[in-house]
T-cell receptor
């Protein structure tokens, strides 16, 4: 069975700081990888996804992620965060079967 | 508005009771997924339906059941409710199985 691990449960940054959120997955086969964001009181929104091809994926709102197959990782990055990026971020993998398996989430707080 | 509609938004009920959560998928989407988000378990996949048929099952309790109707809306039935069932229940839909998930805003269930 696949699993996803997000190492940072809480991250606090100042505006303009760079962001990197870790995500590691375990699954031996072909995976599809996703990052979702959940703003307070809202639904999950897709930030970006990786299916195949270029391992550096660009998403919405200036986010990007890099798939490193040898490390089973799919870390999320943003060069300069804004206060509006305060949210919870979830990494997810779709491997065997059709459902998404989510990591535990990382709560990001950006101080103005 | 993501196009996936969940009702009700909030539900407070007593232990031992039964509730029904409703999800209307995005227009044209055939797959519906149910997820439970709780503080201790995180985001967990419950069950998936595709065009009226059960397609995949996750960590869904026997007290819980779901169905998808001919008009493609889905209902999640939770019975013999316990305090630990208090959670946010999300529905997602996709055009085909596992492609292009869109999440609804969720139903927050509180069992007292």
């Amino acid at each position: 069975a696949q699993s996803v691990s997000q190492h940072n449960h809480h991250v606090i940054l100042s505006e303009a700081a760079s962001l990197e959120l870790g995500c590691n997955y375990s699954y031996g086969g072909t995976v599809n990888l996703f990052w979702y964001v959940q703003y307070p009181g809202q639904h999950l929104q897709l930030l970006l996804k990786y299916f195949s091809g270029d391992p550096l994926v660009k998403g919405i709102k200036g986010f990007e992620a890099e798939f490193i197959k040898s490390k089973f990782s799919f870390n999320l990055r943003k060069p300069s965060v804004q206060w509006s990026d305060t949210a919870e971020y979830f990494c997810a993998v779709r491997g065997a079967g059709n459902m998404l398996t989510f990591g535990g989430g990382t709560r990001l707080m950006v101080k103005p | 508005d993501s196009g996936v509609t969940q009702t009700p938004k909030h539900l407070i009920t007593a232990t031992g009771q039964r509730v029904t959560l409703r999800c209307s998928p995005r227009s044209g989407d055939l797959s519906v997924y149910w997820y439970q988000q709780s503080l201790d378990q995180g985001l967990q996949f419950l069950i998936q339906y595709y065009n009226g048929e059960e397609r995949a099952k996750g960590n869904i309790l026997e007290r819980f059941s779901a169905q998808q109707f001919p008009d493609l809306h889905s209902e999640l039935n939770l019975s013999s409710l316990e305090l630990g069932d208090s959670a946010l229940y999300f529905c997602a839909s996709s055009p085909r199985t596992g492609i292009g998930y869109t999440f609804g805003s969720g139903t927050r269930l509180t069992v007292v």
